[in-house]
């Protein structure tokens, strides 16, 4: 049972444009919502995270919005650059039953110079 | 800060071997999750282990068993190997929620 949704499966964004991922989730236990970059032969690597209290979360580049009635959230990537191509996975679990992620199917994003 | 350690990076088993894998954390980390990552199932939750003791198990069947050492280092085991365990095997350590992981660890059971 694939509780973390995620789309699209692949992305393609030219450089200086804006990407979006939106993942969506069923367990409304969930209470932390990461995202990971992932180059080939190299593991995940956080990227940003957040919580359900919030909204919206910058970080450079990167914002995470969050809508908690509707069960979803999305990564937007501002002024893409060639160096982010790679693929993203959104996850989610639950603070208060230990460290086990549950990931979305992954996006492999390629922004074209 | 040194990051998370595997090893070994590469392994190639033959069907009804068994395997171990290694995974040092984090110094001061002590809980060590282990997911295993495939093209068709994409990353899937293993087990967690917190001060030596499993604290989640993912669904995977009983060939697949870890344990944590009181340095927090941690092992997993693959007993009787199929075809279907190639996959990257890959560690996170975390403090708190954030986890961190490791370069992993790429089998082919052929």
């Known amino acids: 049972q694939q509780q973390v949704k995620q789309s699209p499966q692949s992305l393609i964004v030219q450089k200086g444009g804006i990407s979006i991922i939106n993942c969506a989730y069923e367990?409304?236990?969930?209470?932390?919502f990461p995202w990971y970059q992932q180059f080939p032969g190299k593991g995940p690597a956080l990227l940003i995270a957040?919580?359900?209290?919030?909204s919206e979360k910058k970080e450079g580049r990167f914002t995470i919005s969050f809508n908690k009635s509707a069960k979803q959230f999305s990564l937007h990537i501002m002024d893409s650059q060639p160096g982010d191509s790679a693929t993203y996975f959104c996850?989610?679990?639950?603070?208060?039953?230990?460290?086990?992620?549950?990931f979305g199917g992954g996006t492999r994003l390629m922004v074209k110079p | 800060k040194a990051g998370v350690t595997q090893t070994p990076r590469y392994l190639i088993k033959t069907r009804g071997q068994q395997v171990t894998l290694s995974c040092s954390p984090i110094s001061g980390h002590r809980s060590v999750s282990w997911y295993q990552q495939t093209p068709g199932q994409g990353l899937q939750f293993l087990f967690e282990y917190f001060s030596e003791t499993q604290r989640n198990k993912g669904n995977f069947p009983g060939r697949f068993s870890g344990r944590q050492f009181s340095n927090s280092r941690s092992e997993m085991n693959v007993s009787t190997l199929e075809l279907g365990d190639s996959a990257l095997y890959l560690c996170?350590?975390?403090?708190?929620?954030?986890?961190?992981f490791g370069p992993g660890t790429r089998l082919t059971v052929l």
């Open positions: 367990n409304t236990a969930f209470d932390y």
């Open positions: 957040i919580r359900p209290d919030v």
């Open positions: 996850a989610a679990s639950q603070r208060n039953a230990g460290n086990m992620l549950t």
């Open positions: 996170a350590s975390s403090l708190l929620a954030e986890q961190f």
